[in-house]
């Protein structure tokens, strides 16, 4: 038996503006995924995929000949990425899948409607069993920009910079002295990235100016260790967003009232945002419905 492991991703700083070329800033989770392989006799791929709960939440039985032929004609939606997926893979390292068919197991360590990664972690666990570049694995099959590869990769906060399309990566030190104050509520409403990315591309204009601008914010907030600074860092760039999406903030939409700061993460509209506020602020979201909160040292590698 072989085992993988990917971490979790959280977009902080330059989400859409990664896409132009901006210097970004993420953070690895505490969650992940787990891939576990082990060899059969028979030439089929038998997979069950499962649950943070322990649930299985996906399971079937693919010819090793469907994947090598791209055989993915199917009304499930499900079967048919993970079998494109696979056929990717297979191209890039066709060994795997020569002699012998797989007994396959995914474990997600976090809730799969929670956003932080539940493809990115499958495909850098199937490029880590394939011993394949995972980067151009996810172009071959997702798209993206490929942060969220990165920080499956990574057990530090990353800037992540897609020069001439190819991935810049840098470990960074981001641990200021207010981290007790920041928090991350899920807010239930998952948002597709491939959506958001359209959307925000159907309102591009030229955005040279913003994306500098972001490549030097990434850099400024790993210098803040201010609690006031950091909040207020963070609200100017998401009403700079907020003009080139043609969006409301998350905060003005439903946290108006709320004494301090929140801030969107990733596609806008969904999964997490990140908190920060001198008081706990549980029983503020508690009481408007969002129960899911985690501490910057739950959720953050």
């Known amino acids: 038996m072989a085992e993988f492991y990917s ?4 977009f902080i700083l330059g989400e859409y503006y990664v896409l132009e070329g901006a210097k970004v800033f993420a953070l690895p989770t505490k969650f992940g995924q787990y891939l576990n392989v082990y060899p059969v006799k028979t030439s089929v791929l038998s997979w069950k995929s499962y649950d943070a709960d322990g649930s299985i939440w996906y399971k079937d039985e693919i010819e090793l000949k469907d994947i090598i032929s ?4 199917s009304a499930d939606k499900v079967r048919t990425t993970l079998i494109t997926i696979l056929h990717e893979a297979h191209l890039m390292n066709p060994d795997i899948l020569s002699k012998r068919g797989f007994a396959v197991e995914c474990r997600l360590t976090f809730m799969r409607n929670w956003g932080l990664g539940s493809s ?3 495909i850098n666990n199937i490029a880590q069993w394939f011993e394949i570049d995972a980067f ?14 990165a920080c499956a990769q990574n057990d530090f906060p990353i800037t992540y910079q897609l020069q001439n399309k190819k991935p810049v990566v840098e470990q960074v030190v981001f641990s200021p002295e207010f981290k007790e104050k920041i928090y991350f509520v899920y807010l239930n409403q998952k948002r597709d990235s491939k959506e958001a990315i359209a959307n925000f591309r159907k309102k591009q204009k030229d955005l040279t100016r913003e994306v500098a601008e972001v490549s030097e914010m990434t850099n400024e907030l790993l210098d803040i260790q201010n609690l006031e600074t950091f909040m207020v860092f963070f609200k100017q760039y998401e009403e700079k967003l907020s003009k080139v999406l043609e969006t409301p903030t998350v905060q003005k939409q439903l946290f108006s009232d709320f004494d301090g700061l929140v801030k969107s993460l990733g596609g806008w509209g969904g999964d997490f945002v990140m908190v920060a506020s001198h008081q706990n602020p549980a029983a503020y979201f508690k009481e408007r419905g969002y129960t899911t909160l985690f501490t910057f040292e739950e959720m953050i590698l």
């Open 120 to 122: 990115s972690t499958l």
């Open 70 to 73: 791209n055989n993915s004609k």
């Open 7 to 10: 971490n979790g991703k959280l």
């Open 136 to 149: 151009e694995l996810l172009q071959k099959s997702f798209g993206g920009s490929g942060y969220d590869i």
